[in-house]
């Protein structure tokens, strides 16, 4: 090839670099404040700061019944283990057709009801000058949700901590949960890449993933995933295409380091934890559900039937738990972890 070709050829390769070293700064992916993360493409953070699971316009005349409705239906068919606040928050178990069982908590959010999250030790998280996920004062701070519920850090003058529950991720190669974290309106860590359940000053459950202005109009805050139940429609890893009643696995392209790790937890009977949000007349409500023996499919189409939009689930296997009362709904033996969704009752 001749010196003038091989110089028209390098000045190609160049401009193609260029346009597609343009594009890709015009998509405008959020930040990811892990360094444990090793993202994938992920779908922008639309211009309003927030992807949010809303209620979308559902197809069968059964999914039509609004969400509320759905849920009456959904916990008559199950135990009622206590009722309180004239149901504005309740405990009820519940085996499946398929195998295993659910624990799960209903809280109508509001005056009486509110969502607190709580770190053990009372420990502030935070992220370093690297983005790795840390607590502030650099030490390691774990407990399991019994010990969290009863401890001094857990008390709110004039309210009762009726439920928590384990939320989030922990592991070896993490010194803390690595999501997005807000508790009372003050925003600690920010991970755009990685859905969250927030719970705005108004109390309206929302599910979705937030950037750092989005997270702004949360009061609480709590990363986690992968969303299981987006618009209603079930999480399935067998899908490469969305169909009218289920959407392919990580719907929201959240940037799971273990994304297969984390489909052998769904595709099997691991204990599962997730959360859930529906709507009620005038506002939401939230359920906190730990399974035992489920699979992933059969637990987001549980969740789907209570009449939740969307669902999020969070860390599994041996640290599932929840409590009520401040005593352990499942007989096993938790790992600590970092920090639980606590239910609070004002009297």
């Known amino acids: 090839m001749s010196p003038r070709l091989m110089l028209n050829a390098a000045l190609l390769l160049v401009l193609v670099a260029a346009i597609y070293l343009a594009v890709q700064l015009a998509q405008g992916r959020p930040a990811i404040s892990s360094r444990w ?51 504005q928050l309740e405990l009820y178990r519940r085996p499946l057709a398929g195998g295993g069982e659910l624990a799960y908590v209903v809280a109508r959010l509001g005056a009486q009801v509110q969502i607190e999250l709580i770190n053990a030790d009372g420990a502030t998280p935070g992220s370093d000058e690297t983005g790795n ?15 969290m519920v009863g401890a001094p850090y857990a008390a709110r003058a004039g309210r009762e901590l009726l439920a928590a529950m384990a939320f989030g991720f922990h592991g070896d190669v993490r010194t803390s949960d690595e999501g997005s974290v807000v508790i009372n ?63 392919p696995f990580n719907p929201l392209g959240e940037d799971f380091a273990q994304l ?5 937890i769904y595709h099997g009977t691991y204990p599962k934890t997730a959360v859930c949000v529906g709507d009620l007349p005038g506002g939401s409500f939230l359920v906190l559900v730990t399974s035992n023996g489920v699979v992933g499919v059969e637990l987001a189409r549980a969740l789907r039937a209570m009449g939740c939009t969307s669902a999020l689930g969070g860390d599994d296997d041996t640290s599932t738990q929840a409590t009520w009362r401040g005593q352990s709904l499942w007989p096993n033996q938790p790992r600590a972890v970092p920090d639980a969704i606590g239910v609070y009752l004002s009297h």
């Open 37 to 87: 993360l090793n993202p994938p493409t992920l779908a922008p953070v639309a211009a309003v700061h927030a992807l949010v699971g809303k209620s979308s316009p559902l197809i069968s005349q059964a999914r039509a019944v609004p969400s509320h409705e759905r849920l009456d239906t959904f916990n008559r068919a199950s135990t009622l283990q206590e009722r309180v606040a004239d149901g």
């Open 185 to 247: 309106g003050v925003v600690y860590r920010v991970n755009a890449g990685r859905a969250a359940l927030c719970i705005t000053p108004a109390q309206q459950a929302q599910i979705g993933r937030f950037d750092a202005e989005g997270l702004k109009g949360c009061q609480q805050a709590v990363g986690g995933g992968p969303v299981i139940l987006w618009h209603g429609k079930i999480a399935d890893p067998a899908l490469t295409a969305a169909t009218d009643e289920a959407v």
């Open 133 to 147: 996920t840390i607590w502030l004062d650099r030490q390691q701070h774990l407990a399991t949700v019994a010990e």
């Open 260 to 264: 297969d790790w984390r489909i052998k």
